[in-house]
């Protein structure tokens, strides 16, 4: 899909799939945003790729 924001979490999400609370979410999404920032990504603040979610609690790679 071309919809950028169909493919990114926002933190609200994850707390909710998670069971944790929002400021947690936000601060595990922080976290990851950080990561992929040093990795040369854009970030959004409160939102992270579904993907990089996925394979970072799941540890889900799909093939494309």
């Known amino acids: 899909s071309s919809d950028v924001c169909s493919s990114d979490l926002k933190y609200q999400e994850i707390a909710e799939e998670l ?24 970030t959004i603040a409160g939102r992270v790729s579904r993907k990089y979610y996925e394979e970072k609690f799941y540890g889900i790679t799909k093939a494309n």
């Open 19 to 42: 069971g944790i609370s929002k400021p947690f979410a936000y601060k595990l999404v922080r976290q990851m945003n950080e990561e992929l920032e040093a990795k040369g990504f854009l």
